[in-house]
């Protein structure tokens, strides 16, 4: 299966430059030129801290690093201070629960409260009935439909697949078969590609679901809240394989000879 590329987003950030006109003048003549007036960098801490579905706790770490001027790596050694509210089962790791969207800052923002402010809009989000009752309608806990919502977002080609994606994990769990998730690779081996090789599908890790069983063991990423929507109510449908040939072109099946049919037209394409 093939992974899209992680949406990258920006944080908003805002500049203000000053210019000022210094005369010079000859005896003979006088000319105006402009010159850029040297001042102190009068940059200031910007308004708000966007962070896009689908991105890996290590990028929203980097993101606020930068967004609130602290060395890098300031975020992540915060974790411990933080006091993040998070389920048992995630055992300290913020990944998957440091909820997409765009979050205001001021002049006491901190790491620390920033990560608090994402983590406690996860649990409101993740805490709604229509989550918890999809979790208990597909046998699963919150924590595990984050970790397949997670998958949702780095594997759809599009928010309309989603729900065929959704189905695909649920049908391969049901049969006890691998997940064979490209995107868990790419998490493991901390990178984001279309390309995986028959080396890579060897690696050993927790992550690796092409040789382990079942979810992996963290979510993948931070799901929005369409993925989770997909992964409490996925399409119905008896999909096994899924790859995106080119965008806007992913095509599902339950026939292996027709996957690998669209595996080589993707191989071509590529």
Do not use: C
């Not at 950030?13 to 850029?36: D, F, Y």
């Not at 309309?160 to 790419?186: C, F, H, W």
Request: no cysteine.
């Amino acid at each position: 299966m093939q992974t899209k590329t992680p949406r990258r987003g920006t944080i908003r950030l805002t500049r203000r430059g000053r210019i000022a006109l210094i005369a010079t003048g000859a005896a003979a003549a006088a000319a105006a030129v402009a010159v850029p007036l040297l001042l102190p960098d009068d940059d200031k801490r910007p308004d708000t801290l966007t962070i896009p579905e689908g991105w890996r706790s290590s990028q929203v770490y980097t993101a606020v690093d930068k967004a609130l001027d602290v060395p890098a790596g300031t975020t992540k050694k915060a974790l411990p201070k933080a006091d993040l509210k998070l389920p048992k089962d995630a055992d300290g790791n913020p990944e998957g629960y440091l909820f997409p969207a765009t979050y205001p800052l001021s002049s006491k923002s901190t790491p620390a409260s920033v990560l608090t402010y994402m983590v406690n809009t996860a649990n409101k989000k993740f805490g709604a009935g229509q989550v918890t009752a999809g979790a208990d309608r597909n046998a699963l806990n919150v924590y595990q439909s984050v970790t397949i919502a997670s998958m949702i977002e780095a594997e759809a080609g599009s928010k309309e697949d989603m729900g065929k994606v959704a189905r695909v994990i649920y049908n391969r769990l049901d049969r006890g078969m691998p997940l064979q998730m490209d995107s868990t690779i790419n998490y493991a081996l901390n990178r984001s590609t279309l390309a995986t090789s028959e080396r890579d599908t060897k690696i050993s890790s927790p992550y690796n679901t092409y040789a382990r069983m079942g979810l992996p063991p963290t979510p993948i990423g931070n799901p929005g809240e369409e993925a989770m929507r997909a992964a409490n109510n996925p399409s119905p449908g008896d999909w096994l394989y899924f790859v995106t040939v080119k965008p806007g072109d992913t095509r599902f099946t339950s026939d292996f000879q027709e996957h690998q049919k669209n595996v080589g037209e993707f191989n071509k394409a590529k």
